[in-house]
């Protein structure tokens, strides 16, 4: 199992992380990378604490929509649980502000301001150990 990014990823210390938290919680900032290892661990503590073997996969296409809501700097995931009872995640582009971007402004094709539906996103979930 491999990672690529397309850019050099920018490690900050975790006092770092606190404090780009603190005084900019909803900002494109936000969030590091971990590595392999630890998110491994992580991911092994949760399956031993509780059996889930389950992942959520959310498609390229749906977050770079959601990224590329006007002013959105990043995604809330909430969880959810579905139409059928079942565990699932709800995904909301968020503004600098904390806001939901539930509607935007847009020119629509005759000149004419009119508002957008924000994106709300669900996912497809996936057994990865069950398979």
Request: aromatic share 8%; net charge negative; glycine share 8%.
């Amino acid at each position: 199992m491999y990672f690529t990014f397309a850019q050099p990823l920018k490690t900050t210390t975790m006092t770092e992380q606190n404090v780009l938290i603190q005084k900019k919680q909803y900002s494109k900032e936000v969030g590091e990378h971990i590595g392999l290892e630890l998110g491994t661990k992580l991911i092994k503590n949760h399956h031993d604490a509780t059996g889930d073997t389950s992942a959520h996969f959310v498609g390229k296409d749906i977050v770079l929509n959601l990224l590329n809501q006007p002013n959105c700097v990043g995604i809330n995931i909430f969880k959810a649980i579905d139409e059928s009872g079942k565990n699932t995640y709800v995904l909301v582009g968020m503004d600098n502000a904390g806001k939901a971007i539930i509607e935007y402004p847009v020119i629509t094709p005759d000149g004419e301001l009119s508002k957008q539906e924000g994106i709300v996103a669900d996912r497809m979930k996936i057994d990865f150990w069950n398979e």
